[in-house]
T-cell receptor, first 106, second 112 residues
Framework: KNEVEQSPQNLTAQEGEFITINCSYS?????LHWLQQHPGGGIVSLFM???GKKKHGRLIATINIQEKHSSLHITASHPRDSAVYIC????????FGTGTSLTVIP | EADIYQTPRYLVIGTGKKITLECSQT?????MYWYQQDPGMELHLIHY???????EKGDLSSESTVSRIRTEHFPLTLESARPSHTSQYLC???????????FGQGTRLTVV
């Protein structure tokens, strides 16, 4: 069993659609990270959350500590949002989800 | 923009060679990490460091070794590369355990 579960694994959306990626975890954590990995392999940290909600441009991340669940939302999706989105948590060590591969079609 | 750098970006080497993957950061972060990622698979932590002269093994067993002689530098070494070491290696750093992590661009290693 993975400590971090993401859904969906793959997602295809039309440009402009609202997108939600979910992350559930089973361990106690001090923080949750949303990461973006582009096809070249480089990873960018999008958000680090320990409670509540954060917004950066068209990206919104929320976390519910009691339910051990986080969501990443992308509003007005664009083809350049196509990437793999990874949920990671700080427990007594780092745990990573397997990622959600997002493709946004023009 | 994150100031963490990995070299080389791509490396193809023969079996049995010794290699060192370089990782440097200019943010003064104490915490540094090495991750391994096979194609289409999740990231796995293989080594981390609390600070200078501190190194720890991660959750995935690795035949690589690391050193942390300076705050800004966290190289990873494979003494004798094998085809099973073919993977992407990502370096990251953070100020604290529960603060934002910054990632390097990765080194894609192929052992033939």
């Amino acid at each position: 069993k993975n400590e971090v579960e993401q859904s969906p694994q793959n997602l295809t959306a039309q440009e402009g659609e609202f997108i939600t990626i979910n992350c559930s975890y089973s361990v106690g954590i001090s923080a949750l990270h949303w990461l973006q990995q582009h096809p070249g392999g480089g990873i960018v940290s999008l958000f680090m959350l320990s409670s509540g909600k954060k917004k950066h441009g068209r990206l919104i991340a929320t976390i519910n500590i009691q339910e051990k669940h986080s969501s990443l939302h992308i509003t007005a999706s664009h083809p350049r949002d196509s990437a793999v989105y990874i949920c990671a948590v700080n427990g007594n060590q780092f745990y990573f989800g397997t990622g959600t591969s997002l493709t946004v079609i023009p | 923009e994150a100031d963490i750098y990995q070299t080389p970006r791509y490396l193809v080497i023969g079996t049995g060679k010794k290699i060192t993957l370089e990782c440097s950061q200019t943010m003064g972060h104490d915490k540094m990490y090495w991750y391994q990622q096979d194609p289409g698979m999740e990231l796995h932590l293989i080594h981390y460091s609390y600070g200078v002269n501190s190194t720890e093994k991660g959750d995935l067993s690795s035949e690589s070794t690391v050193s942390r002689i300076r705050t800004e530098h966290f190289p990873l070494t494979l003494e004798s590369a094998r085809p099973s070491h073919t993977s992407q290696y990502l370096c990251a750093s953070s100020e604290l355990w529960n603060t934002e992590a910054f990632f390097g661009q990765g080194t894609r290693l192929t052992v033939v």
